[in-house]
């Protein structure tokens, strides 16, 4: 079992539907983020949270809406997406916030594409 | 500003062939952290190696080592006797302690049989 688990791993969706990403760990982390990573740009970080709140929102558009209910678990609500948002959506998970101990412990993320 | 700065996009080698993934960064602060991860096809990052800005040391883990050198801003990392299964993107991030990790563009390593 991996440590960072994201479902799914891909998604098709219409510009006009709701979809939730999934992500959970249970490597005791306190820290989970969500980072988007479209091609040919760098990783852009879009949410932080500590400790189950939310300490970063990194000028996301409000048609991702993150949500965090608890320390294990993550989830990135899309609605009304626009075909630029065709992504690789990574959740990631540290120790503590920032994550300057070990790292990130990423999950294999979920494709999104917008048609 | 922050910045990390990967020039090369791909690199293409022949197994059992060193190779040397340049990172070069840019920071107006004196502590910060510097990090190595690893992307395969799979697509989860994988963490590699961490350095602070006051730890100068090089080092090497097995076939891996990491060049910091704060007089260059560079934190490089050669891979000894490259194999196939380290045909992945690399990236390298810079942290000054605060939530944002700056991450660069990535290098795309081939290593053919």
């Known amino acids: 079992e991996t440590g960072v688990t994201q479902t799914p791993r891909h998604l098709v969706m219409g510009m006009t539907n709701k979809k939730s990403l999934k992500c959970e760990q249970h490597?005791?982390?306190?820290?989970m983020y969500w980072y988007k990573q479209s091609a040919k740009k760098p990783l852009e970080l879009m949410f932080v949270y500590s400790l189950e709140e939310r300490v970063e929102n990194n000028s996301v558009p409000s048609r991702f809406s993150p949500e965090c209910p608890n320390s294990s678990h993550l989830f990135l609500h899309l609605h009304t997406l626009q075909p630029e948002d065709s992504a690789l959506y990574l959740c990631a998970s540290s120790q503590s916030a920032p994550p300057l101990s070990n790292g990130y412990t990423f999950g294999s993320g979920t494709r999104l594409t917008v048609v | 500003a922050q910045k990390v700065t990967q020039a090369q996009t791909e690199i293409s080698v022949v197994e059992k062939e060193d190779v040397t993934l340049d990172c070069v960064y840019e920071t107006r602060d004196t502590t910060y952290y510097l990090f190595w991860y690893k992307q395969p096809p799979s697509g989860e990052l994988v963490f590699l190696i961490r350095r602070n800005s006051f730890d100068e040391q090089n080092e090497i883990s097995g076939r891996y080592s990491w060049n910091f050198q704060k007089s260059t801003s560079s934190f490089n990392f050669t891979i000894t006797a490259s194999q196939v299964v380290d045909s992945a993107v690399y990236f390298c991030?810079?942290?000054?302690?605060?939530?944002?990790?700056?991450f660069g563009a990535g290098t795309r390593l081939f290593v053919k049989a």
């Open positions: 991030a810079l942290n000054t302690g605060g939530f944002k990790t700056i």
């Open positions: 490597l005791g982390h306190n820290a």
